[in-house]
């Protein structure tokens, strides 16, 4: 939840046009723990504050953490684009 909050007051402050989103987002040590929907379930963590900014867009670069999981790049870049806001192709 600091985490979630920091995030939201600096997109408040900042007021950005685009975020870049440049990997390692979620880390897969704990994806072998869970069931598969691990990713997306803990990225939605991030994309429910970025959806109450939606005029700001954003891309996703996944990273090597993110790779080790369950989910292949493909999946994760599927799954992020399935966000309106996601400029990810």
Do not use: H
Request: glycine share 6%; hydrophobic share 40%.
């Amino acid at each position: 939840m600091k985490t979630q909050r920091m995030i939201k007051n600096i997109l408040i402050s900042e007021n950005p046009d685009f975020i870049a989103i440049t990997g390692d987002t979620v880390s897969a040590n704990f994806q072998g723990k869970a069931n598969d929907n691990w990713w997306p379930t803990c990225y939605e963590k991030l994309t429910s504050i970025l959806e109450l900014f939606p005029a700001v867009k954003w891309g996703l670069i996944a990273g090597n953490t993110d790779l080790e999981g369950a989910y292949t790049q493909a999946q994760i870049e599927w799954t992020d684009m399935m966000y309106p806001q996601s400029m990810t192709t």
